[in-house]
C-alpha cells in the first residue's frame, strides 16, 4: 500500500480517530444549537444570536487537541444562520443589520463545526410560542421532521437488507415500491433496502405530500469527506428537467448531511434581494486577476482566514467586504449562499442531520427534540409507515462472542423505529 493509499484510507470512518473527531465536532454543534434556541426571545437581534453561536463553536473547539504534535485545523464548519418564517435558509445578518425575533416566529437555525475538516451539521426548527404547535406550522415541521426519518433509513449501503415475517411480507406487499430483490429464506423474507440517491428523493416528497406539503426545491444532501462539505454524491430532493445528478448508491464509510426544507407553499423560493447573501465558501478551482484594490484586499484575507470551509462576511472588514465580495462573485472566485424567500404567508420549516454510515448501521450524530406537534394531517401510506418502522442499526442475532464473519450469522434491525407524526403525536419525543 503507497502513502498515499494509506492516508486515504486513514481518512474515513475506518479510523476509530476520525469517528471521534466526528462524534465530537457534533457534541458541540449540539451544544452550540441547544444555546442559540434557549436564547431565541421576541426582540432578540438575530445577529446576536447567530454571533453567540458561532462564539462558542470556536471556544469549544479551541479548548480540543491543544497538545497534538500536528497542528489541526478546527471551529466553524458553517456560519450560523437564523432564517424566519417564509425565509428559507442562509440568513446570517451584518453587524448593522436590526432584524429581530416576534412572537409566533418560525425559527429555522442552521450550523457547523469542524475538527480537522471532519465536519458535522445541523438545523432545526422552532416556533417562538409557549404550549403545542397546532395548525399549519405543525404540519409543515412534522413533514420535514418525518421526511427526515424516512431519509435516515433509507440512506444506507445497498448492501444492506431488512427482515420482515412473511405474515408482514404478505400485509405489505406492493405498497412500498422501494423494496427490492425479496428472497424467502428459513421463513424469514429479506428485503434488500434501495441504495440510490433517487430512491430517497422520491420518499421525502411523498412523505411532505402526506401533509399537504412541499418539499423546497434547490436544496441538496451532500456527501461530506473532510474538508469537504458538498463531496459530489448528493441527493437531490426535487429532480426536474434542468436539475439532475448523477445517480449514486450509498456505501459503508461514507458521511452525509441530510438536508430537508418544506413549505407549505410552492416549494420554489427566490432570491429578493442579493444584498442578504453574507455567506461565501472560496472556489478553490477558480482564478482571477482582481481589478479593485478593495477586492484584492478582502480576496486575501479570506484566502488567509477561509481557505476552505464557507464563512460569514461578517467576519471581515464591513465597509471593504460590501466593495470587494461583488467583484470576488461576479468572478466565480466566491461560491455564494444566497438568502431565499417563498412567498409571504408561507411557512417554511427546516431539519438538517450529519449521518455516519457505519458497519452497524447509520449513526445520526446531531440533533435536537422539537417542540409538542398537533399536525391537522396525518400520514396514512403504508409504505411510508414501513419505512419508519426500519431500524437504523444492526446487530449479530445467536447470543454469545462469535468470532467476525462466521457462517450462520444474522442480522437483525434494532427497535429504533420512528412513528409518523398525527394529531396525537407528540414532537418532542421524535
Request: neutral net charge; hydrophobic residues 35%; contains cysteine.
Amino acid at each position: 500500500m503507497s502513502d498515499d493509499e494509506r492516508e486515504e484510507k486513514e481518512l474515513d470512518l475506518t479510523s476509530p480517530e476520525v469517528v471521534t473527531k466526528y462524534k465530537s465536532a457534533a457534541e458541540i454543534v449540539n451544544k452550540a444549537l441547544q444555546l442559540v434556541l434557549s436564547e431565541c426571545k421576541p426582540k432578540a437581534k438575530i445577529v446576536d444570536l447567530c454571533e453567540k453561536g458561532d462564539t462558542f463553536i470556536r471556544e469549544q473547539t479551541a479548548s480540543m487537541y491543544k497538545n497534538s504534535k500536528k497542528k489541526i485545523e478546527k471551529g466553524i464548519g458553517f456560519p450560523s444562520c437564523i432564517s424566519v418564517n417564509n425565509m428559507v435558509c442562509h440568513f446570517s445578518p451584518l453587524a448593522s443589520n436590526e432584524s429581530v425575533l416576534e412572537a409566533g416566529d418560525i425559527i429555522k437555525i442552521d450550523m457547523g463545526c469542524h475538527i480537522d475538516g471532519f465536519i458535522a451539521v445541523v438545523a432545526h426548527t422552532h416556533v417562538l410560542q409557549e404550549g403545542p404547535v397546532t395548525g399549519r406550522a405543525a404540519d409543515v415541521i412534522a413533514a420535514a421532521n418525518t421526511a427526515a426519518e424516512v431519509a435516515l433509513r433509507l440512506v444506507r449501503p445497498g448492501k444492506k437488507s431488512t427482515c420482515f415475517t412473511p405474515s408482514t411480507y404478505t400485509s405489505d406487499k406492493g405498497a412500498n415500491p422501494l423494496w427490492l430483490n425479496i428472497n424467502i429464506l428459513d421463513g424469514t423474507v429479506y428485503k434488500v433496502l434501495p441504495s440510490k440517491n433517487k430512491d430517497v428523493s422520491d420518499a421525502i416528497q411523498k412523505v411532505a405530500a402526506a401533509y399537504d406539503c412541499k418539499i423546497v426545491e434547490g436544496v441538496l444532501s451532500h456527501q461530506m469527506k473532510q474538508y469537504v462539505i458538498d463531496a459530489n454524491k448528493v441527493v437531490l430532493n426535487v429532480p426536474g428537467p434542468d436539475t439532475r445528478v448523477d445517480d449514486a448508491e450509498f456505501e459503508e464509510n461514507e458521511v452525509y448531511a441530510i438536508d430537508i426544507v418544506t413549505s407549505t407553499g410552492e416549494g420554489k423560493p427566490r432570491l429578493l434581494d442579493e444584498k442578504e447573501t453574507t455567506i461565501y465558501k472560496r472556489a478553490v478551482d477558480k482564478n482571477y486577476n482582481l481589478k479593485m484594490k478593495a477586492s484584492r484586499f478582502i480576496f486575501s484575507e479570506i484566502s488567509q482566514k477561509f481557505p476552505i470551509m464557507p464563512f460569514s462576511a461578517r467576519a471581515l472588514d464591513e465597509k471593504r467586504a460590501r466593495l470587494g465580495l461583488v467583484e470576488c462573485t461576479n468572478h466565480d472566485l466566491l461560491q455564494p449562499y444566497p438568502v431565499l424567500h417563498e412567498k409571504p404567508g408561507d411557512l417554511v420549516a427546516h431539519i438538517k442531520f450529519t449521518v455516519l454510515l457505519m458497519p452497524n448501521g447509520s449513526d445520526r450524530v446531531t440533533s435536537h427534540p422539537l417542540q409538542e406537534l398537533q399536525p391537522t394531517k396525518s400520514v396514512d401510506d403504508p409504505g411510508v409507515k414501513a419505512w419508519l418502522a426500519l431500524g437504523t442499526k444492526t446487530k449479530k442475532k445467536g447470543g454469545g462472542k462469535k468470532k467476525k464473519g462466521k457462517k450462520g450469522d444474522k442480522t437483525e434491525e434494532t427497535t429504533d423505529a420512528a412513528v409518523p407524526m398525527d394529531e396525537t403525536t407528540n414532537g418532542a419525543a421524535a
